[in-house]
């Protein structure tokens, strides 16, 4: 149904003066405005003299000259609600003139704190220059110019076809999620990091950011990689730093490439201004090589270039060492051997057996868009490394051949090439989509902008890469097209042969497109890491938040350098690709989850206004991305996945607490709830019974916790895992102590965390003591997780008090456990029980099991003996038959379990007085009214006690049955006596009282 919002209007009609303040003039401080009222009689001014002005202005003020910003606001209805919510008006006013700042990439930032800021004017990029440009720069370079062609020769047209598809639909559908976050609010300026941080919570965020820093990291060092392939392979194609020689190529990438890095680092640290005035500098290269391409395909069509590859037999050969593609040559009639014959072929005219058998001939290496190519080049055509480039459909002698022949001019496969390593290779070229809205500070409308130019960027780069793909293999031969570096063409690259008017367009615009990229990528991964560290979730990062008085991130930068020289060293533009696949694949895993989840969840606050988006599509996204990591490489994939869950793990124990308000906490949430319906449906066995604790503290005069060591023997007893709650009560009434009894919340959370005990804090304030402990006795918990035995203290020194308060509270405190069916623990002498950084080595605890009541008193020496600030250390229980006093001697480091029934018949008999010790255990209501009653029992307690003192004197801690409360409350004066006779002389003891069910089986 629809739902009608009103905006009360409080314009001022009376003057101008407020008028002018509502259009944003200055505006009194809130303590003034807000100012509470003491005297009618003295807040009153002069002003104020007549009724109708008393009625019309809501705030009394005593200051003649301050502005009344609020009279005639018609707000005196909501005069006392003022100091914590706002007038609409002005909210919406703030939400209007609401500005976005950049945040990162800045020349000039803003001076710190203590320094008058300078007043920075917002850029306004529209969805052309702001979004779609940067995403187009990105996402096309170094791979569509050095490995496209190559990757079209391995794995066929079809094969591309499919690679392509799948990383262009992976991109597609984590776009349109990026578009769902960005239109679900306003876009923080901090970018792809800032919208994935506040989505998914700061744990997931600051793995995820981490991922996407190293992601960036690692793209820088593969441009800077193909920049320098580039350069000694088409520009100076005769490095002299190493001699040649097989591992030449890779220490001459690393020499260059070190420098490049350095020289790259230098332009970034001096200013990024360079580098913002050359992004179109090197986007037209981008552009201008793409035309060239285009336009070499048609001319194709027309007239193909001249470029050709000589075949030995069907293999093809590097013709950068020889110029004639023959054996002889006739020069004025006299037959000669060309440079090719004396490469094969010794002085003494013995020549290679496959040269001799082979004739060399020579094919086109663009045979055309017309020349039908196409059909050869459907289908893959992998192989192991150090194999020759075959023409399949070539003629060929085949010769036994004792070893390869790598001195010989020879094309061969580098790398060993399968599928899923074309995959890894292949993806860094689409990763460009964040590139859009990491300039969201600077778009004019960037709930707008990011989704439109994002998408286009992506279905126009999608298109150029399909019809590259399928251009390439009609237009080129296959055996050329499997050539990575274009040996077999003079060194040109593939794609240059085919740009239209000369190879050089290719050779230029690729590197500085690389150069460009590799800036581009130095420059914003240290503003990443920047704001990663700025936000405080790792703590160790905390230095590289600082930088240059201008905010430039200097120590990020030399941390991002040091990274991208790893990359570099490796030497191999192949092996980088796929590692920063799995850093983006990973990055983009979560950004379709945090979408997902959201929607799945419902939460309030995720309400995406792009009308394209559908929980199903971040699905789909989510699991193409986590199919796409192990089909690049499932090794890699799985080291990705530990390094972001260390992270996560790290952040959550050590970093700083955050609160973004994500869509985990709502996914914790949902399935907390679908667990407690759960724990209800079914009713719980005796094999899951476990101490469910509620703890009932007391708080002194300054809302600290009275008895720590309650807390401390609960963290032992907690072995068994379960439920703590740990409560207190306060006299008087919440309005009066309410935030007394929040700063009491506290006081217990600081100590059990102290004492590294998990469990929720409550403080409830009542008319007395008695009525809040019935109320979390009754009420604590929720659902299934309800507690089941309650822990507290004995009163000390009001047990024999006659009518005291702290005795009548226990006694009832005793009933209302009973009446609930709930176990009772009470611990006497609570300070003196050991911390948990005390280790007893020696001592025993006796368990004086009198009756039945459900196994409490078995269970919780086990519960104890789990602890590592275990009471006693290997205690074994014995059987419920009585021991000799021999056995009991012989195994003094054993739980004591004594079955007093026996001997106190036996003392009974002895003594010939027909008592019995259960007679404590079962009183009556009638009990009160017999004063022999009251004799025998209290003489049972002292028997008692003598044997518990002769038996228990120094264990270290003894458990003893409680008896129950009589149900008249005229006897609780004996029932209290009792007790302090039967636990008088022990140190540590502690009163157990079953809640009427069975808590151990001695059944598996």
Same mark, same amino acid.
């Given at each position: 149904?629809?739902?009608?919002?009103?905006?009360?209007?409080?314009?001022?009609?009376?003057?101008?003066?407020?008028?002018?303040?509502?259009?944003?003039?200055?505006?009194?401080?809130?303590?003034?405005?807000?100012?509470?009222?003491?005297?009618?009689?003295?807040?009153?001014?002069?002003?104020?003299?007549?009724?109708?002005?008393?009625?019309?202005?809501?705030?009394?003020?005593?200051?003649?000259?301050?502005?009344?910003?609020?009279?005639?606001?018609?707000?005196?209805?909501?005069?006392?609600?003022?100091?914590?919510?706002?007038?609409?008006?002005?909210?919406?006013?703030?939400?209007?003139?609401?500005?976005?700042?950049?945040?990162?990439?800045?020349?000039?930032?803003?001076?710190?704190?203590?320094? *008058?800021?300078?007043?920075?004017?917002? #850029?306004?990029?529209?969805?052309?220059?702001?979004?779609?440009?940067?995403?187009?720069?990105?996402?096309?370079?170094?791979?569509?110019?050095?490995?496209?062609?190559?990757?079209?020769?391995?794995?066929?047209?079809?094969?591309?076809?499919?690679?392509?598809?799948?990383?262009?639909?992976?991109?597609? !559908?984590?776009?349109?999620?990026?578009?769902?976050?960005?239109?679900?609010?306003?876009?923080?300026?901090?970018?792809?990091?800032?919208?994935?941080?506040?989505?998914?919570?700061?744990? $997931?965020?600051?793995?995820?950011?981490?991922?996407?820093?190293?992601?960036?990291?690692?793209?820088?060092?593969?441009?800077?990689?193909?920049?320098?392939?580039?350069?000694?392979?088409?520009?100076?194609?005769?490095?002299?730093?190493?001699?040649?020689?097989?591992?030449?190529?890779?220490?001459?990438?690393?020499?260059?490439?070190?420098?490049?890095?350095?020289?790259?680092?230098?332009?970034?640290?001096?200013?990024?201004?360079?580098?913002?005035?050359?992004?179109?500098? $090197?986007?037209?290269?981008?552009?201008?090589?793409?035309?060239?391409?285009? +336009?070499?395909?048609?001319?194709?069509?027309?007239?193909? #270039?001249?470029?050709?590859?000589?075949?030995?037999?069907?293999?093809?050969?590097?013709?950068?060492?020889?110029?004639?593609?023959?054996?002889?040559?006739?020069?004025?009639?006299?037959?000669?051997?060309?440079?090719?014959?004396?490469?094969?072929?010794?002085?003494?005219?013995?020549?290679?057996?496959?040269?001799?058998?082979?004739?060399?001939?020579?094919?086109?290496?663009?045979?055309?868009?017309?020349?039908?190519?196409?059909?050869?080049?459907?289908?893959?055509?992998?192989?192991?490394?150090?194999?020759?480039?075959?023409?399949?459909?070539?003629?060929?002698?085949?010769?036994?051949?004792?070893?390869?022949?790598?001195?010989?001019?020879?094309?061969?496969?580098?790398?060993?090439?399968?599928?899923?390593?074309?995959?890894?290779? =292949?993806?860094?070229?689409?990763?460009?989509?964040?590139?859009?809205?990491?300039?969201?500070?600077?778009?004019?409308?960037?709930?707008?902008?990011?989704?439109?130019?994002?998408?286009?960027?992506?279905?126009?780069?999608?298109?150029?890469?399909?019809?590259?793909?399928?251009?390439?293999?009609?237009?080129?031969?296959?055996?050329?097209?499997?050539?990575?570096?274009?040996?077999?063409?003079?060194?040109?690259?593939?794609?240059?042969?085919?740009?239209?008017?000369?190879?050089?367009?290719?050779?230029?615009?690729? $590197?500085?497109?690389?150069?460009?990229?590799?800036?581009?990528?130095? &420059?914003?991964?240290?503003?990443?890491?920047?704001?990663?560290?700025?936000? %405080?979730?790792?703590? $160790?990062?905390?230095?590289?938040?600082?930088?240059?008085?201008?905010?430039?991130?200097?120590?990020?930068?030399?941390?991002?350098?040091?990274?991208?020289?790893?990359?570099?060293?490796?030497?191999?533009?192949?092996?980088?690709?796929?590692?920063?696949?799995?850093?983006?694949?990973?990055? =983009?895993?979560?950004?379709?989850?945090?979408?997902?989840?959201?929607?799945?969840?419902?939460?309030?606050?995720?309400?995406?206004?792009?009308?394209?988006?559908?929980?199903?599509?971040?699905?789909?996204?989510?699991?193409?991305?986590?199919?796409?990591?192990?089909?690049?490489?499932?090794?890699?994939?799985?080291?990705?996945?530990?390094?972001?869950?260390?992270?996560?793990?790290?952040?959550?124990?050590?970093?700083?607490?955050?609160?973004?308000?994500?869509?985990?906490?709502?996914?914790?949430?949902?399935?907390?709830?679908?667990? !407690?319906?759960?724990?209800?449906?079914?009713?719980?066995?005796?094999?899951?019974?476990?101490?469910?604790?509620?703890? !009932?503290?007391?708080?002194?005069?300054?809302?600290?916790?009275?008895?720590?060591?309650?807390?401390?023997?609960?963290?032992? !007893?907690?072995?068994?895992?379960?439920?703590?709650?740990?409560?207190?009560?306060?006299?008087? &009434?919440?309005?009066?102590?309410?935030?007394?009894?929040?700063?009491?919340?506290?006081?217990?959370?600081?100590?059990?965390?102290?004492?590294?005990?998990?469990?929720?804090?409550?403080?409830?304030?009542?008319?007395?003591?008695?009525?809040?402990?019935?109320?979390?006795?009754?009420?604590?918990?929720?659902?299934?997780?309800?507690?089941?035995?309650?822990?507290?203290? @004995?009163?000390?020194? %009001?047990?024999?008090?006659?009518?005291?308060?702290?005795?009548?509270?226990?006694?009832?405190?005793?009933?209302?456990?009973? +009446?609930?069916?709930?176990?009772?623990?009470?611990?006497?002498?609570?300070?003196?029980?050991?911390?948990?950084?005390?280790?007893?080595?020696?001592?025993?605890?006796?368990?004086? @099991?009198?009756?039945?009541?459900?196994?409490?008193?078995?269970?919780?020496?086990?519960?104890?003996?789990?602890?590592?600030?275990?009471?006693?250390?290997?205690?074994?229980?014995?059987?419920?038959?009585?021991?000799?006093?021999?056995?009991?001697?012989?195994?003094?480091?054993?739980?004591?379990?004594?079955?007093?029934?026996?001997?106190?018949?036996?003392?009974?008999?002895?003594?010939?007085?027909?008592?019995?010790?259960?007679?404590?255990?079962?009183?009556?209501?009638?009990?009160?009214?017999?004063?022999?009653?009251?004799?025998?029992?209290?003489?049972?307690?002292?028997?008692?006690?003598?044997?518990?003192?002769?038996?228990?004197?120094?264990?270290?801690?003894?458990?003893?049955?409680?008896?129950?409360? #009589?149900?008249?409350?005229?006897?609780?004066?004996?029932?209290?006596?009792?007790?302090?006779?039967?636990?008088?002389?022990?140190? *540590?003891?502690?009163?157990?009282?079953?809640?009427?069910?069975?808590?151990?089986?001695?059944?598996?």
């Amino acid at each position: 149904m629809p739902i009608n919002f009103t905006v009360v209007p409080v314009e001022d009609v009376e003057g101008d003066g407020d008028s002018e303040a509502v259009a944003g003039g200055s505006r009194p401080p809130l303590g003034k405005i807000f100012r509470k009222e003491d005297n009618d009689e003295n807040s009153q001014g002069p002003h104020l003299e007549d009724d109708s002005q008393k009625e019309s202005s809501p705030f009394i003020n005593t200051d003649d000259e301050e502005e009344h910003y609020y009279e005639g606001k018609n707000m005196a209805l909501f005069e006392e609600e003022m100091d914590s919510n706002p007038m609409v008006s002005s909210l919406l006013n703030k939400l209007a003139n609401y500005t976005n700042l950049t945040q990162g990439v800045r020349e000039h930032e803003e001076a710190e704190d203590g320094v *008058r800021r300078v007043a920075v004017k917002v #850029p306004q990029m529209g969805t052309f220059i702001g979004v779609y440009l940067p995403c187009m720069q990105n996402i096309l370079g170094v791979i569509l110019f050095l490995r496209l062609t190559w990757i079209v020769g391995t794995a066929g047209i079809l094969g591309t076809f499919a690679i392509v598809s799948m990383c262009c639909i992976c991109t597609l !559908l984590t776009a349109i999620s990026m578009s769902a976050i960005a239109t679900n609010g306003v876009v923080p300026a901090g970018g792809s990091y800032y919208m994935i941080s506040r989505s998914l919570g700061p744990e $997931f965020g600051g793995a995820v950011g981490l991922c996407f820093y190293l992601g960036t990291t690692f793209a820088g060092s593969m441009y800077i990689l193909g920049t320098i392939e580039i350069l000694l392979i088409y520009i100076i194609p005769n490095p002299t730093v190493f001699p040649e020689s097989e591992s030449s190529m890779s220490n001459n990438m690393r020499v260059y490439g070190t420098c490049c890095l350095l020289l790259m680092a230098l332009v970034v640290f001096v200013g990024v201004k360079y580098v913002n005035k050359l992004a179109l500098v $090197f986007l037209a290269c981008v552009v201008l090589s793409i035309m060239a391409t285009y +336009a070499g395909v048609i001319k194709t069509a027309i007239e193909p #270039p001249e470029f050709n590859v000589c075949l030995l037999g069907n293999r093809s050969l590097n013709n950068k060492m020889f110029e004639i593609c023959a054996k002889t040559v006739s020069v004025k009639n006299v037959t000669e051997f060309t440079k090719l014959w004396g490469i094969f072929c010794k002085p003494n005219a013995t020549c290679d057996d496959y040269f001799d058998l082979n004739n060399l001939t020579e094919i086109p290496a663009v045979p055309g868009l017309l020349s039908g190519v196409i059909k050869d080049n459907l289908w893959g055509d992998y192989g192991p490394a150090g194999t020759y480039l075959e023409r399949k459909s070539q003629p060929s002698v085949q010769v036994q051949e004792a070893s390869s022949h790598m001195d010989k001019p020879y094309v061969f496969n580098d790398i060993a090439t399968y599928f899923t390593l074309l995959v890894g290779i =292949y993806f860094p070229s689409v990763t460009g989509i964040m590139a859009g809205s990491n300039r969201s500070g600077d778009l004019r409308d960037a709930q707008r902008s990011i989704p439109i130019g994002t998408i286009m960027a992506i279905l126009t780069t999608s298109f150029l890469y399909i019809s590259c793909v399928v251009l390439f293999g009609a237009c080129i031969e296959g055996v050329v097209l499997r050539d990575k570096f274009g040996y077999s063409v003079k060194n040109n690259p593939v794609i240059g042969i085919l740009a239209w008017p000369s190879p050089w367009v290719i050779v230029i615009g690729s $590197f500085f497109s690389c150069c460009g990229a590799g800036l581009q990528s130095l &420059t914003g991964a240290p503003r990443l890491l920047q704001a990663i560290a700025r936000d %405080g979730i790792i703590p $160790f990062l905390q230095v590289f938040g600082h930088g240059k008085a201008n905010g430039e991130p200097t120590w990020a930068l030399l941390l991002t350098v040091g990274i991208c020289e790893i990359g570099i060293l490796i030497a191999s533009l192949d092996a980088v690709a796929p590692i920063l696949s799995m850093f983006f694949l990973m990055c =983009y895993l979560f950004v379709n989850l945090a979408c997902a989840v959201q929607t799945l969840l419902r939460t309030p606050n995720w309400r995406p206004r792009f009308k394209f988006y559908h929980w199903t599509l971040s699905f789909l996204g989510m699991s193409l991305c986590l199919s796409l990591m192990f089909v690049c490489s499932w090794y890699y994939a799985l080291v990705a996945m530990v390094i972001a869950g260390c992270l996560y793990k790290y952040i959550e124990y050590r970093g700083a607490v955050k609160e973004w308000g994500d869509g985990i906490r709502g996914l914790s949430l949902n399935a907390a709830r679908y667990a !407690l319906i759960r724990l209800e449906e079914v009713p719980l066995h005796t094999k899951n019974w476990r101490p469910q604790l509620l703890v !009932l503290c007391k708080l002194d005069s300054e809302l600290g916790v009275k008895h720590p060591r309650l807390l401390t023997f609960t963290s032992q !007893l907690k072995a068994g895992k379960g439920l703590t709650i740990v409560s207190s009560v306060l006299e008087g &009434t919440y309005m009066t102590r309410g935030n007394e009894a929040k700063a009491g919340e506290k006081n217990l959370k600081a100590a059990m965390a102290a004492e590294k005990m998990k469990g929720f804090s409550h403080v409830v304030v009542s008319s007395n003591l008695r009525d809040g402990f019935s109320l979390l006795i009754q009420s604590a918990g929720l659902g299934g997780m309800k507690h089941n035995a309650v822990l507290m203290a @004995w009163p000390a020194g %009001g047990g024999l008090v006659h009518d005291s308060l702290a005795r009548r509270n226990f006694i009832e405190t005793v009933r209302e456990t009973t +009446a609930a069916q709930q176990a009772l623990l009470v611990a006497k002498n609570i300070d003196h029980f050991p911390s948990n950084q005390d280790r007893l080595t020696e001592g025993t605890i006796d368990v004086w @099991w009198i009756v039945h009541d459900g196994g409490m008193l078995m269970l919780l020496p086990f519960l104890l003996s789990q602890h590592k600030a275990q009471l006693i250390h290997d205690r074994n229980t014995a059987s419920h038959s009585t021991t000799n006093e021999r056995d009991a001697k012989a195994t003094t480091d054993r739980v004591h379990m004594t079955w007093t029934k026996d001997k106190l018949v036996n003392e009974r008999n002895r003594h010939r007085e027909g008592l019995g010790v259960k007679d404590i255990f079962n009183m009556r209501p009638e009990w009160e009214n017999l004063n022999q009653t009251n004799v025998r029992r209290m003489h049972t307690a002292v028997k008692l006690n003598e044997v518990v003192l002769k038996k228990s004197r120094k264990s270290q801690l003894v458990l003893l049955n409680m008896p129950g409360p #009589p149900k008249n409350k005229k006897g609780d004066d004996n029932y209290m006596e009792f007790l302090e006779v039967l636990m008088d002389g022990l140190d *540590r003891v502690l009163l157990v009282r079953g809640g009427g069910r069975e808590v151990i089986t001695i059944y598996s």
